[in-house]
């Protein structure tokens, strides 16, 4: 007789004796996944009140201090999702900790994946589809911050047209079509709603059902040598052990972004005031995502260069080239270090960073880099609590930016040779000691 | 061996952990909704989540077996220099089907940008709308302005300032500087178009609120921090026989951000 059972796909059959990995790290690809279902979940609730709507109107709302203040509808629907809806303050602001979230549990699952080698064959194309996740998780949170069209979104609106305007030859033509024609067109919510709702979460779903697609069919990687890895997946069984573990972290994710959602107050629009095209806030910070970019235009040198009379204008280096060779370079990772090492043959042990130092002390350059821009990001509130003079804390910035990477890089790669060369002294002590035993 | 009667009996403890999670979460959402104190209750209802988290997670951790493992198999497409080239292809023909409407749009675009709604002319008005005269802009005086019937635009919006004709620089020009020392420029920051908010009267400088550029309103706007490398475009101006300012034409220069194409 067959069963309901035996018409199931294999894939599905075979899930509960499917090995998943055990190591803890593994874990942040998952806690993503959740906070992109903690969003998609959120966000149907805020999308169903939400009115990307450009008109002007008068806030009546229960909110004293700006009755009579005109508005956007998108503002006025944002401040009632706020503080009229049942749970609309708990809803939105878990939506935007899970954005948070979401794209910090991105970055420490790529670092995983980069520091301990997981992304050669046969997992390049996974980690070519995790780059664009990434790439596409930021770009929906800029358009997102820039919903509410409050204060602080609507200057984070203004840096994305100067970005896009400062693009050779196209630059005004596509800022015209993604910001409905000049800067603080209204119209331009609507544009806005569409990518962050549907256009960029589609894309988001696809590439990552394909990610895990390829997750399930390529296996993990893991930390045993490379001849039993070759051989046999290990880790634990789907059910009941990991099937249990992951329904437990789902829990977890939801209720700890909730708890942050309901007791951490996250965008204060209505501290913020709505979108004002003669005022900006100060001090204004994106969200940490964002931060690196808004760091290298604070900080890196303007350098608006002619070509053949035209002029490209310095916001283009900074906050376009500048995001794209950062992308590009994670892109290409794979691959150039597949043809620099020659190493082209299928891998499954997950590498300790420490046995790869050059590697690993390129990662820790990198890192230390965008970790000096993104504190640049907020360098006038630096300015202001230490009481030095801005300019010398952006020429300060000029340094850390050469010389951290720098003493990063070294000091990754001084741990990483101090580390094996202990392994292999025990080693030889151990043999020594055999030896005389013998 | 049959793996669902490996899974242990739930301890007592995940039991009552259920129990209680639940029941936080359930009262929670009804006094949430009663009362209207809902980020409590969410709060209360996240902390019965955590508590049912815990007990699964737990009772995942004790029935799991060390070093299960299974004989290893790769599937699914491989990454070839065919994939390569195809999601090339296609990465190529979607920003060309993107850069299509970008391009027929250009040169409409760009002569917004270049342009504001300023000529000779128009009326100056504040952000009320009220005609501004100039006897009413006093020594140390920064006021807002708009041409008549665009209050609020963005890229139209000015800045006049009064200060004394001696301290502008000898090559500030124009009829109200030398005589009146009132010099108007466009309000939006060189570096991202960002509205300048901060004018120090006393040194003459403006700066800019989202990345510091600070201009120099007493010598043409001239740029005397990064990271803008322009000087503030400036707006011609007149007075008429009654007093009331009027522009003598559009800016000096396209306003804000750079942009490709600009004059």
């Known amino acids: 007789m067959t069963t309901l059972a ?226 046999r997946v290990e880790g634990s069984s789907g059910w009941p052990d990991y099937a249990l573990k992951t329904t437990g972290l789902a829990l977890l994710v939801f209720s700890v972004l909730v708890a942050m959602g309901a007791t951490l107050q996250i965008a204060p629009i209505w501290l913020y005031g709505p979108f004002d095209p003669a005022a900006a806030t100060v001090p204004a910070q994106p969200d940490w995502y964002l931060g690196w970019v808004e760091g290298a235009l604070r900080v890196l040198p303007n350098a608006s260069v002619i070509v053949g009379g035209y002029e490209i204008p310095s916001p283009f280096f900074t906050g376009v080239l500048l995001p794209l060779a950062v992308f590009v370079v994670l892109l290409a990772w794979p691959f150039a270090e597949a043809r620099l090492t020659g190493d082209r043959g299928d891998h499954h042990a997950a590498e300790r960073p420490r046995d790869r130092p050059v590697r690993t002390a390129l990662g820790v350059a990198g890192l230390a880099w965008l970790t000096v821009l993104l504190m640049a990001g907020s360098h006038d509130l630096q300015a202001f609590l230490l009481r030095v003079p801005i300019g010398e804390v952006t020429t300060t910035y000029r340094v850390l930016l050469v010389v951290v990477p720098l003493v990063a890089g070294s000091v990754a790669w001084s741990a990483c040779r101090a580390l094996t060369r202990g392994e292999e002294r025990a080693e030889q002590n151990r043999a020594s000691d055999e030896e005389l035993t013998r | ?31 949430g909704i009663v009362s209207g104190e809902s980020r409590l209750a969410a709060a209360v209802a996240a902390f019965g989540g955590v508590v049912i988290g815990v007990g699964v997670v737990s009772w995942g951790r004790t029935s799991h077996h060390e070093h299960d493992h299974e004989p290893r198999e790769t599937k699914g497409p491989r990454f070839g220099r065919r994939t390569t080239l195809a999601a090339a292809a296609t990465a190529t023909v979607a920003v060309g089907v993107a850069v299509v409407p970008a391009i027929s749009r250009l040169g409409e675009a760009t002569r917004r940008l270049r342009s504001t709604a300023w000529s000779a002319g128009t009326p100056v008005v504040d952000a009320a709308g009220e005609r501004v005269r100039l006897a009413s802009i006093d020594v140390g005086d920064l006021v807002n302005v708009y041409p008549r019937g665009w209050v609020g635009d963005a890229d139209s919006q000015a800045i006049v300032i009064r200060t004394d004709p001696a301290r502008l ?70 007075v008429e026989a009654d007093g009331l300012l009027v522009a003598r034409g559009d800016f000096t220069d396209a306003v804000g951000t750079g942009f490709w194409g600009r004059p």
């Open chain 1, 6 to 231: 035996d018409r199931l796909p294999e894939a599905v059959r075979h899930a509960p004796h499917k090995i998943f990995p055990r190591h803890a790290s593994f874990l942040l690809g998952e806690i993503a996944l959740l906070s992109f279902a903690v969003l998609v979940l959120t966000g149907l609730y805020l999308t169903w009140f939400y009115d990307a709507s450009g008109e002007v109107v008068t806030y009546d709302g229960p909110y004293e201090p700006l009755q009579g203040v005109e508005a956007t509808r998108a503002y006025v629907s944002v401040m009632s999702i706020t503080f009229e809806r049942p749970f609309g303050a708990v809803v939105r602001q878990t939506h935007h900790w899970a954005a948070v979230v979401f794209v910090a549990a991105i970055v420490l699952h790529a670092m995983r994946v980069f520091f301990t080698g997981a992304f050669r064959r046969p997992r390049r194309l996974n980690w070519t589809l995790g780059v664009v996740l990434m790439g596409l998780a930021m770009a929906n949170g800029f358009f997102g911050l820039a919903l509410p069209n409050d204060l602080l979104g609507g200057t984070g609106t203004r840096i994305g047209h100067a970005f896009a305007v400062s693009i050779p030859v196209v630059g005004p033509g596509v800022a015209d079509l993604l910001f409905a024609g000049e800067f603080a067109n209204p119209d331009a919510l609507h544009r806005f709603w569409l990518l962050h709702v549907i256009v960029l979460p589609l894309l988001i779903g696809a590439t990552l059902a394909a990610h895990l697609g390829l997750v399930w069919m390529r296996t993990h990687t893991q930390f045993t040598d490379e001849a039993t890895a070759q051989s």
């Open chain 2, 169 to 238: 620089a000898p090559s500030v020009d124009g009829p109200l500087a030398a005589e009146f020392g009132v010099v108007a420029y466009s309000k939006l920051c060189t570096h991202m178009a960002c509205p300048l908010g901060l004018y120090e009267q006393q040194s003459g400088t403006l700066l800019c609120p989202c990345h510091q550029a600070l201009f120099d309103v007493l010598a043409n706007g001239e740029v005397l921090r990064g990271p803008a490398d322009r000087p503030l475009p400036r707006l011609p101006l007149d």
């Open chain 2, 1 to 31: 061996m049959d793996r669902a009667a490996r899974v242990k009996r739930p301890p007592p403890g995940l039991v009552t952990a259920v129990g209680v999670g639940v029941a936080l979460i359930g009262a929670a959402v009804v006094v």
